[in-house]
């Protein structure tokens, strides 16, 4: 199975990786990093926008089914409360599990961070490799008196894009748990891929700010 992943998708997705990494032949590698995730995000925005608008359809949804089952529980109790609020999960085919499934935009990039992590971690890509001050992109970055900066500056534009997109206190609230496990896990990474990522965050807030104002723009 896990050799059938690879032939059918690892593979070729590093090989797509690879002739974006190498496209800016006159780059450096951090130079590069940032052109790769410019470049990746511009393939996915088609995709992502997609998403965007189902989940946009899907919250619609869910506003309207959840403010169905508080008026059936203002005004039915036991069985029979019951009973409607099963009859209208059933008319907007809701089910509890499908909790775990909402964020399609979440599972896309998790998976797109994995195989750029696989690609990124390739031996001889970066290591050695100088960035500005950082002197080893394929090493912690160390930048404030042996702190690693780059972490930090990952998880500070996650946190302002939250802020900025996401207005349920749930939902943020998870956003930013998830910011923080980001950033445990890559604190110690090599300085290449949280640059890479840091970037992905910066697009990713500049998209959530275009796109608000554009559904602005629509609603006036």
């Known amino acids: 199975m896990a050799d059938f992943f690879e032939i059918l998708l690892l593979q070729p997705l590093m090989v797509i990786y690879q002739v974006l990494f190498d496209l800016p032949v006159w ?4 130079e590069k990093i940032i052109v790769f995730s410019i470049l990746l995000n511009f393939l996915l925005f088609p995709l992502y926008r997609q998403m965007e608008a189902s989940s946009r359809q899907g919250r619609r949804l869910r506003e309207q089914m959840t403010r169905e089952v508080a008026r059936m529980k203002a005004n039915f109790k036991g069985r029979e409360r019951y009973f409607y609020i099963r009859a209208v999960h059933r008319q907007y085919r809701y089910h509890p599990i499908q909790a775990l499934f909402t964020s399609n935009e979440l599972f896309l ?13 390739g031996p001889g890509l970066l ?3 100088t960035f500005g001050r950082v002197e080893d992109l394929g090493r912690p970055d160390k ?16 946190a302002i894009s939250v802020l900025y997109y996401v207005n349920d206190k749930g939902q943020r609230l998870q ?10 896990l890559l604190y110690a990474s090599p300085a ?11 697009w990713s807030l500049l998209r959530n ?5 554009h559904l602005s723009e629509i609603a006036s």
Do not use: C, E, K
Request: charge should be positive; proline fraction near 3%.
């Open 27 to 30: 780059l450096g590698p951090g």
């Open 209 to 213: 700010m275009l796109s608000r104002r």
């Open 175 to 184: 956003a930013m748990a998830l910011a923080l496990v980001f950033l445990a």
């Open 127 to 129: 290591d050695g490799a």
């Open 192 to 202: 290449g891929l949280v640059l890479y990522w840091t970037i992905n965050n910066l």
């Open 143 to 158: 930048l404030l008196a042996g702190i690693n900066l780059l972490p930090l500056l990952m998880t500070v534009i996650n």
């Open 109 to 121: 990039q998790i998976f797109i961070f994995a195989t750029v992590f696989h690609f990124l971690s």
